[in-house]
């Protein structure tokens, strides 16, 4: 079984800064998915950035990037030019590569964005 | 497109009392997902469908019943509603026809009370 792990329950950060959440995950799969999601305040699951195990560089999308670290299975979510709109809980999520799989979530990380 | 969408949005039930939470999705997906998100935890798969006709278990199945009533909806039954099935429920699609495809896209949340 897979587990995902968030150490850190809270953070918080001065708008414009750059901040960095953490992920590590546990698993004996060699090709599947990460993802992480950020639900605001409204509650919707919103998809911010996804990763494909296989592919070594690592995914951006905008101020969004990831570090990822394939042997050390870390999976770190780093937001740059942080804005007010980035307050939410993020998670990250597992999911191996084949069939039909489901999510695995982290207990999430509350980020506030501090004017 | 309107994505997946659930209704209700709230709902406050007392013990024993039975109700079914209905999801839609408009985006041909194959895949059908029920988790559900206590506080301090990330979501937990209840059940999934993989295709119409089809339905398995997840982490957490127990006093959950579900219907995929066709390709678009996927629905969950509490049939005898008790306090620990307080949570926020989300729905899910996600398409598995094509290969390479791992997003799952999420309804907007039933919150639910049991007294």
């Known amino acids: 079984a897979q587990t995902v792990t968030q150490s850190q329950p809270e953070m918080s950060v001065q708008e414009a800064e750059t901040v960095t959440l953490s992920c590590t995950y546990d698993t004996s799969e060699s090709n599947y998915y990460l993802f992480w999601y950020k639900q605001p305040p409204s509650r919707q699951m919103i998809l911010v950035i996804r990763?494909?195990?296989?592919?070594?560089q690592n995914a951006t999308e905008n101020r969004f990037s990831v570090n990822f670290q394939k042997a050390a299975k870390s999976f770190s979510l780093k937001i740059s030019d942080s804005q007010l709109g980035d307050t939410a809980m993020y998670f990250c999520a597992f999911m191996k590569y084949f069939g039909n799989e489901k999510l695995t979530f982290g207990t999430g990380t509350r980020l506030t964005i501090i004017p | 497109n309107a994505g997946v969408t659930q209704t209700p949005k709230f709902q406050v039930l007392k013990t024993g009392q039975s109700m079914t939470l209905q999801c839609a999705q408009d985006m041909n997906h194959n895949s059908m997902y029920w988790y559900r998100q206590d506080p301090g935890m990330g979501l937990r798969l209840i059940y999934y469908s993989a295709s119409e006709g089809t339905t398995d278990k997840g982490e957490v199945p127990n006093g959950y019943n579900v219907s995929r009533l066709n390709k678009r909806e996927f629905s969950l039954r509490l049939e005898s509603a008790a306090p620990s099935q307080t949570s926020v429920y989300f729905c899910?699609?996600?398409?598995?026809?094509?290969?390479?495809?791992?997003?799952?896209?999420f309804g907007p949340g039933t919150r639910l009370t049991v007294l």
């Open positions: 990763q494909e195990a296989y592919k070594q």
């Open positions: 899910a699609s996600r398409e598995t026809q094509r290969a390479f495809t791992d997003t799952q896209y």
